[in-house]
């Protein structure tokens, strides 16, 4: 009996000490989320990336609304309503301390609804 209070008494410990953890992580890395995307974003392409706001599942979907990206000079090469971006979570975790990349962890993007301008040479 004493062994099954000892267990229950971790196993509810831990819980509480995971719960609170993930909540503060969640408020904590929150409200500088949007804004580390469009930073990493910025940094690989050649140009600006801008949503107005995203949701996060746990299952690794994400999924972005009113996005545009910009050119470096400015004009609006695509704008979306709404875009998918399906990321695996294991992947991300590996690669992350690995190689400090998480690009490998993307599996797939979709946006509905979006207009594209092509880029004139001239």
Do not use: Y
């Not at 804004?35 to 995203?54: C, H, P, R, V, Y």
């Amino acid at each position: 009996m004493k062994r099954h209070r000892l267990f229950t008494s971790v196993v509810i410990i831990f819980l509480v000490v995971f719960g609170a953890s993930f909540i503060w992580m969640r408020t904590a890395l929150w409200l500088r989320l949007p804004q580390m995307i469009t930073s990493l974003a910025d940094e690989k392409i050649n140009g600006t990336l801008t949503f107005s706001d995203m949701h996060i599942s746990l299952t690794g979907k994400v999924v972005f609304t009113d996005v545009a990206v910009a050119d470096a000079q400015g004009r609006r090469v695509l704008d979306s309503e709404e875009v998918d971006v399906t990321i695996n979570p294991f992947k991300a975790v590996v690669s992350s301390l690995s190689s400090g990349d998480t690009a490998g962890a993307v599996g797939g993007c979709k946006d509905s609804r979006s207009s594209c301008m092509a880029k004139s040479d001239g």
